[in-house]
């Protein structure tokens, strides 16, 4: 009998740093001290404070660049990085780090936003906790998956991958660990930084399903 | 009063399972709040709402309030105005007079708390008692007010008390300071279920507006807070004069006053004879009862206002916009985290701004009703009482754990 699957959930505090940018030079700098659990914060915020919206915005560094300092194609650059394809916060920092270097090096002159609409610098804390769900199969799990909140969801897709630096996220790596090795490939292909998490929901619901037996 | 289970109806269940998970963590702790004020102002507002429902939750958590006469507080109303970058002089002996009101209350307060989570600059001394009886209990201090630009030497005096406390709580990203301990971000909020926002009859509505002599068939226009320079009700009334050229209006400047907040009634007189007996605009001193009035005035308006020159957070704005309200406000303080300009509200800098966007939004109802339906659920996922608890309770949490991950097993 293989090992049931334990639903969690995931809350978060907000902690202020007292680092704040002006301009792209003084957010690369602000880059490169800050904790890597505000890089992951500044990335992933969106994800769960907007999840009634469409997918956009993805950052809060791209969404500064863009909407306040009107840097189009730098906020662009910083929009499109693909997420989903680093290991971890260490590597993702190094890619805008890369980018804004490439910035800031083709000497252009300094933008700075209007007074009162710095970029201040977050981190998070979060705080984990076990639901009283538990799933012995497929079938169950898409019960379960229906009904428990999105802030459940979002910690075994992003926190679990990205925060805590598991090679997969949770629900992949339960899906192996039964046999569902097809199932786990196709989940492991969606890339879930580009819809709502009540679209992501609806998706895995509709992939697993295929999968259920009675 | 509600019961913590009645916010299902507005949040779902699986919020509210999600606090009663987290206040199971805190069995056998004592949570003692500590501010100034028992009633008038956002503060007590929230603490009346908030103490219940946590105490339904299983958390043991008490309110106690410190004394002070009328010296003392328009002492801190002084440090309140220098902290919102107001010129104003604070001598020596004020400072002294401010420690020994805290001195006073320190002696006089029964600490029993585990966690002691003490509001605003008023009682922020009584950090001098964290050391005696051997220490061991668990101090936050929590500051509701705009901290973007204090007055250096009162900020560097306060300093030296917050930075006694385990960790410092702010309402907004920009009022973040230099500080050598933790300092964590949490908006407050608003109760959907209490009288100033829960839904009303028409006839109740429209009794109120007949008790004050508004018009229900003509624009409304309304700004409601304390009457207050920094909340700029001078600056309202130029605007809806601005804006009475063009579009037939009435304004409501409607508002009570707060115990520890001797200025309101010199800013009132101000602010009626400004008015000038126009008889359209209704400058309403409301008594400290008057959420069901307010709501009311809320709900009847066309427009409603928030001109404020600095906010801590704009506890009034939330409270419109949950209404489904159209918004025009100022970006200062919390103000710009409830409105995104042009999406779920207006924000302006001035006060021609504001009278330019005014006459849109009456001459555009539709565009002004998308502005206000948008607001409404932005205030439903980031701005409720649940929301609020759920933000205390990890703070609580997190006082007795270190690090960024926690598991609560």
């Given at each position: ?34 904790p ?6 500044h ?5 769960q ?23 189009d ?34 000497g252009?002159p ?44 979002y ?46 929901r ?13 | 009063m ?20 987290l ?12 501010n ?6 956002g ?16 958390v043991?958590?008490?309110w ?23 010129n104003v ?43 005696t ?7 936050a ?39 050598s301990?933790?300092?964590?971000l ?30 229900k ?12 320079y ?35 009634i ?10 000038a ?10 008594p ?5 009035e ?11 206002l ?41 924000l ?47 703070l ?8 960024d ?5």
């Amino acid at each position: 009998m293989s090992e049931p699957f334990y639903f969690y959930t995931q809350s978060r505090l907000v902690k202020l740093l007292g680092i704040k940018a002006r301009n792209p030079l003084e957010l690369l700098e602000g880059l490169k001290k800050v904790p890597l659990s505000s890089i992951y914060y500044h990335t992933h915020r969106f994800l769960q404070q907007h999840h009634y919206l469409s997918p956009e915005p993805p950052n809060d560094f791209a969404y500064w660049l863009r909407n306040i300092l009107n840097l189009d194609e730098l906020g662009e650059a910083i929009a499109s990085v693909n997420i989903i394809s680093f290991r971890n916060m260490e590597e993702l920092r190094k890619e805008f780090i890369k980018i804004l270097d490439g910035y800031i090096s083709k000497g252009k002159p300094a933008v700075y936003c209007p007074e009162g609409q710095e970029f201040h610098f977050m981190s998070c804390a979060t705080f984990v906790l076990p639901k009283n769900y538990i799933a012995h199969n497929l079938k169950e799990f898409v019960e379960i998956l229906n009904k428990v909140s999105i802030n459940s969801l979002y910690f075994h897709i992003f926190e679990a991958k990205m925060r805590l630096e598991k090679e997969e996220n949770d629900f992949t790596a339960w899906f192996k660990g039964i046999g569902e090795e097809k199932l786990a490939e196709e989940l492991s292909r969606l890339d879930p930084y580009t819809i709502t998490l009540e679209g992501l929901r609806q998706r895995i619901i509709r992939t697993v399903r295929k999968y259920a037996r009675d | 009063m509600p019961e913590i289970r009645d916010y299902t109806s507005v949040v779902g269940q699986g919020v509210v399972d999600e606090l009663y998970l987290l206040a199971e963590r805190l069995k056998g702790k004592v949570v003692q709040n500590i501010n100034s004020t028992p009633v008038g102002g956002g503060v007590a507002e929230i603490l009346t709402r908030m103490v219940p429902l946590l105490r339904q939750l299983g958390v043991d958590t008490r309110w106690d309030v410190i004394k002070g006469d009328e010296k003392f507080f328009s002492i801190t109303k002084k440090m309140h105005n220098a902290l919102h970058g107001v010129n104003v002089e604070i001598t020596p002996q004020d400072l002294e007079y401010f420690l020994r009101i805290n001195q006073e209350n320190a002696e006089e307060i029964n600490f029993a708390g585990d966690i002691i989570f003490v509001h605003d600059p008023q009682p922020v001394a009584l950090i001098e008692k964290k050391f005696t009886n051997g220490g061991g209990k668990k101090w936050a201090w929590r500051c509701h007010i705009d901290f973007t630009e204090p007055n250096p030497e009162i900020m560097n005096f306060l300093k030296s008390y917050i930075e006694k406390y385990d960790c410092a709580v702010f309402s907004a990203p920009a009022f973040a300071r230099d500080l050598s301990i933790s300092q964590m971000l949490i908006s407050p909020s608003i109760d959907p279920l209490s009288d100033k926002n829960k839904e009303l009859p028409e006839e109740t509505v429209n009794s109120v507006l007949e008790q004050f002599g508004i018009e229900k068939e003509r624009l409304i226009v309304t700004q409601i807070s304390r009457f207050d320079y920094l909340k700029d009700p001078l600056g309202v009334i130029e605007v809806y004069k601005k804006v009475k050229e063009y579009t037939d209006c009435q304004l409501v400047l409607a508002g009570g006053g707060a115990t520890d907040d001797p200025e309101g009634i010199k800013v009132l007189e101000e602010v009626k004879s400004a008015a000038a007996n126009d008889p359209d605009i209704h400058i309403l001193f409301l008594p400290p009862a008057s959420d069901i009035e307010i709501n009311a005035l809320q709900r009847a308006s066309t427009v409603v206002l928030q001109k404020s020159l600095k906010e801590g957070f704009g506890l009034t704005v939330a409270e419109a916009l949950w209404k489904g309200k159209p918004v025009i406000a100022s970006s200062v303080g919390g103000i710009p985290l409830q409105i995104t300009h042009k999406y779920s509200g207006i924000l302006t800098y001035t006060i021609d701004g504001t009278a330019h966007y005014l006459k849109q939004l009456l001459n555009e109802p539709d565009y002004a009703k998308k502005l206000g339906e948008n607001g409404r659920e932005h205030i439903r996922n980031n701005f409720l009482i649940t929301r609020h608890i759920r933000d205390y309770l990890l703070l609580f949490l997190s006082l007795y754990s270190e690090g960024d991950v926690f598991y609560l097993g």
